[in-house]
């Protein structure tokens, strides 16, 4: 199975990245870009009995380590591999 | 004081404070290796260093903070030892909860290395206790992630509660968004936990305490601890 994991700056917290990328592109052309929000994607490769366990675990993973709950929020998708 | 400097893969300011607190203040000064668990019962303070622990990879001290000499340390915090994170020590004590708040990239995205003036917010606490109402000290910022960040609802129970020890302001101690280098939330530069023993700052008072090098503004931070020792 593969946990397909987005980590992104919860609403509120400055991400200057986001704000860079924004402006340059504006400065493009691209006058219908209205936000960016620049955040991390992660693959991990999992060996778990069913969906349920990687579900929970993954969500735990994310909640101690991958993410940082004060400034950060998470979503992730789990794909079926042979 | 019985002093313990902790040393993680890519600690880089480690000797700087082991520098300062043994052969300038003349303190006893051990190594705590991160690795290990160590029994800190008989130590009075624990510093947690700047640098960038394990590359800063994934977050600034989102690794360190597992550490096992972690464990010994919030064990430590936790029945009162007092503990000062600087630069890189402040982001570890805010990813295991130690203190509130995170920190994230300067709102310039540069790194910033530079002399700052940082204002005294308390002095009712072991870091400060010798320092004046409002005094000014002078202290050099080196970092990249180092914009202080929490909700407004916590900045404000931070603020009632005296948990703002330093604010960025100018070298006349007035705060303003000018004299905030890296967009932190209410100026923030350092801040205690409720029981102020646990205490974090951006700035960098080890590179400001040996009177061979230029300013030692950072000495009254450590001697404040010496006097509460």
Redesign the interface.
């Known amino acids: 199975m593969l946990a397909q994991i987005h980590v992104t700056?919860k609403e509120?917290?400055?991400d200057?990245?986001g704000k860079?990328v924004h402006h340059a592109l504006n400065d493009l052309g691209y006058d219908e870009v209205l936000d960016v929000n620049i955040g991390k994607y992660l693959e991990i490769k999992l060996d778990s009995a069913s969906e349920e366990e990687a579900e929970i675990r993954v969500r735990e993973m994310c909640e101690r380590?991958?993410a940082?709950t004060?400034?950060e929020s998470f979503r992730f998708t789990l794909v079926p591999t042979e | 004081m019985k002093c313990g400097i902790v040393v993680f893969p890519g600690s880089n300011c480690d000797h700087d404070c082991y520098h300062i607190l043994k052969h300038i203040l003349n303190q006893e000064t051990h190594w705590l290796w991160h690795k290990e668990e160590a029994n800190l019962e008989s130590f009075d303070l624990v510093v947690l260093p700047g640098g960038f622990s394990y590359g800063d990879y994934l977050r600034a001290g989102a690794i360190a903070r597992f550490s096992p000499i972690m464990n010994s340390i919030i064990r430590f915090a936790e029945s009162g030892g007092k503990v000062l994170g600087i630069c890189n020590g402040f982001q570890i004590l805010l990813e295991c909860d130690l203190l509130p708040g995170a920190l994230i990239q300067n709102q310039s995205r540069k790194f910033i290395c530079k002399n700052v003036s940082v204002r005294i917010e308390n002095t009712d606490t072991p870091f400060t206790l010798q320092c004046g109402k409002n005094q000014v000290l002078e202290i050099p910022i080196a970092h990249h992630q180092g914009s202080y960040y929490i909700d407004p609802f916590s900045l404000n129970h931070l603020e009632e509660n005296g948990q703002i020890l330093f604010r960025y302001c100018d070298t006349s101690g007035n705060v303003s968004a000018e004299s905030n280098p890296n967009g932190s939330v209410g100026s923030v530069a350092g801040v205690a936990n409720g029981g102020k023993n646990v205490m974090g700052l951006m700035p960098h008072p080890e590179r400001c305490a040996d009177p061979e090098l230029a300013g030692t503004d950072g000495q009254i931070i450590f001697q404040s601890l010496i006097s509460n020792s």
């Open positions: 700056f509120g917290v400055l200057p990245q860079t380590l991958l940082n004060v400034i």
